[in-house]
């Protein structure tokens, strides 16, 4: 069984900063992708970031400059690091890991960013 815990979440004012954490517990097999989405109210949810094991990372461009991920193997946790945030990336969200062809999810933290 493979559970996902994020924490981070919070209330912070438009242009300040954040850091999400994610922790996964259970069955992890070495080869998988982590990452964060997000899903704001009434909207889809969204990829923010993604990292491999091996360190390669992708973005979303609303992410690109402003938030970064990485992962610490051995604790098998990830992190996302959010700065200048805006009003926009209001949203819940959720740590992800994908391995051997399944999706796991996290229950989601709450990020409110206040103009």
């Known amino acids: 069984q493979v559970q996902l815990v994020e924490s981070g979440g919070g209330l912070v004012q438009a242009g300040g900063s954040l850091r999400l954490s994610c922790v996964a517990s259970?069955?992890?097999?070495?080869?998988?992708?982590m990452g964060w989405y997000r899903q704001a109210p009434g909207n889809q949810r969204e990829v923010v970031a993604t990292?491999?094991?091996?360190?390669?990372?992708e973005y979303a461009d609303s992410a690109k400059g402003r938030f970064t991920i990485s992962r610490d193997n051995a604790k098998n946790t990830v992190y996302l690091q959010m700065s200048s945030l805006k009003p926009e990336d209001t949203a819940v969200y959720y740590c992800?890991?994908?391995?051997?062809?399944?999706?796991?999810w996290g229950k989601g933290t709450l990020v409110t960013v206040s103009s």
């Open positions: 990292i491999s094991r091996g360190g390669s990372t």
């Open positions: 992800y890991l994908g391995m051997i062809g399944m999706d796991y």
């Open positions: 259970g069955s992890i097999f070495s080869r998988n992708v």
